[in-house]
């Protein structure tokens, strides 16, 4: 399911320049322009490369997105003219191939809520943490949410186990050691195999609408911490961040001490950055964690400078009002209005009710607590939550 809230598509569209360092379509005829010092042949060769790519584009790949084909193309071409080495086309080369692959085994299943898990390749199969992210697993099934893990063993293979091979995709990595595809998802059509690290949490972040991290190694800190650094920054969008011990244990306990005494307690990090993160030892309470982000909160997207949130349902306007006065710090101005869809958003979720707010873009922690707030009405605690 892609994110609908993803920032990475809103904002200016960066100028893109020609080979020769001008803005794509701005070329000199040197007939016009006597100052001008590039020859006809090479106006002549960029002109005739810009009808070839329109002409192909037109040809071979028609449709609404016909300016990014070109754009691609170009792209392409200008690899070749700036030379760039062997190693580093190849490289662009495979990330496409892989990205685009991707793309296309997660989109037939692009409305149902997936949730990523992250944990040791290592964890045997009778240890705690193993039966733990089976259970989550087969909970998040039994909630009709499918599973996204790395494919390989330990925590990985718990998650497919729990989910079962039908509501479950594997993201696999190649490496020299320890990888290995589980039994599960080794000959589903939802496996995908990736050379690269960097596509390969792409992947995991875009398709996540929550995340679950289970004790492990390096990756399971690497992908956790990236996964905050990109809510914490709005370079993805908010999805509840759950970790998760084996009830008794005490990894992700230590964990937090170690981030509260190394990186709050120092300033590296707001108390507010914090509320991104749930740490629990209780399945069902995680389970929950998860469900509850989305009860009333459905989604946003930036238009411009305004953050449109989606609602699953309408807001009374007492609590708007008291979210106005709780949250006035997060705008760069103006109110917390409630509203109904920007003509910007297209067709996009038309029937949702909407919150719409100038967020100042810096303040994550504090929005999500706002989000919590939101999700909390008509509830005990919606008072306190707030």
Known sequence: ??????????????????????????????????????????????????????????????????????????????LNADGTARAD?????????????AFKTFAPYEHIPKVSIFGSARTP???????????????????????????????MKAGHGGAGAEASFGVAIRLPFEQRTNEFIALD???????????RKLMFIRESKAIALFPGGFGTQDEGFEA??????GKAPMVPVVLIDAPG???????????KAELLHTGMISAEDMNLIKITDDIEVAVQEILRFYRRFHSYRYVRD?????????????????????????????KIELGAALPEE?????????????????????????????????????????
């Not at 059509?189 to 596509?199: D, E, I, P, S, W």
């Not at 008291?322 to 103006?334: F, Q, T, V």
């Open 125 to 155: 199969e009778d240890h705690p943490d193993y039966l733990a992210a089976l259970r989550f697993a087969e909970r998040m099934r039994e909630c009709e949410w499918m599973v996204i893990t790395g494919a390989g063993d330990g925590i």
């Open 189 to 199: 059509k939802k496996l995908v195999n990736f050379n690269y690290f960097f596509t």
């Open 306 to 334: 305004t953050l449109v949130i989606r609602l699953n349902d309408s807001l009374p306007a007492d609590f708007v009002a008291g979210l106005n006065a709780d949250y006035a710090d997060i705008l760069e101005g103006g």
């Open 346 to 386: 297209g067709d996009e979720l038309p029937e949702k009710p909407r919150l719409i707010m100038r967020f100042n873009r810096r303040s994550h922690g504090r929005l999500r607590k706002m989000l919590d707030a939101i999700n909390a009405v008509d509830l005990p605690e919606a008072v306190a939550a707030r």
């Open 228 to 233: 905050l650094t990109l809510i914490q920054t």
């Open 1 to 78: 399911m892609k994110n609908e809230s993803s920032p990475i598509s809103g904002g200016a569209r960066a100028t893109r320049e020609s080979p020769e360092g001008r803005p794509a379509g701005s070329a000199i005829d040197p007939k016009k322009n006597p100052e001008s010092t590039e020859s006809r042949e090479v106006v002549e060769a960029r002109e005739a490369r810009e009808a070839a790519i329109a002409d192909f584009v037109a040809r071979f790949c028609p449709g609404q997105d016909g300016e990014h084909f070109r754009n691609m193309i170009r792209t392409v071409c200008r």
């Open 249 to 259: 244990g005490t990894y992700w306990q230590h964990w937090r001490t170690y981030v």
């Open 89 to 101: 086309v190849k490289l662009m080369d495979r990330a496409l191939a892989e990205l685009r692959f």
